[in-house]
Nanobody, 123 residues
């Protein structure tokens, strides 16, 4: 059974940092691209970042470029999202997902999702 488990969310002041983790099990982790999405109350789930199967390629939402870094450790079946210089607008539930589509940025291209982790940035 496939499972994705996010962790690392929390409450942080603007300008602070958090590191999210996504631990995967029940699948061949290195066969999937990994993505991070977020969903704020009353809004649709939106793309944040994606990393290729081998980790050599990444893509980001424009508003997080230079602040967020996506990475993965295939030996540990884990992906990460390092978030620096956080802003109140980054407040949302963050989800990781896996996709067989190359560098997928649309939520419907993702096959499995985690349960989400709350990130709250206070001003």
């Amino acid at each position: 059974q496939v499972a994705l488990v996010e962790s690392g969310g929390g409450l942080v002041q603007a300008g602070g940092s958090l590191r999210l983790s996504c631990a995967a099990s029940g699948l061949i982790f290195s066969a999937y691209g990994m993505g991070w999405f977020r969903q704020a109350p009353g809004k649709e789930r939106e793309f944040v970042a994606v990393i290729s199967r081998g980790g050599g390629a990444t893509q980001y939402k424009d508003s997080v470029k230079g602040r967020f870094t996506i990475s993965r450790d295939n030996a540990k079946n884990t992906a990460f999202l390092q978030m620096n210089s956080l802003e109140p607008e980054d407040t949302a539930v963050y989800y990781c997902g896996v996709s067989l589509v190359l560098m997928a940025t649309q939520h419907y291209d993702y096959r499995y999702w985690g349960q989400g982790t709350q990130v709250t940035v206070s001003s």
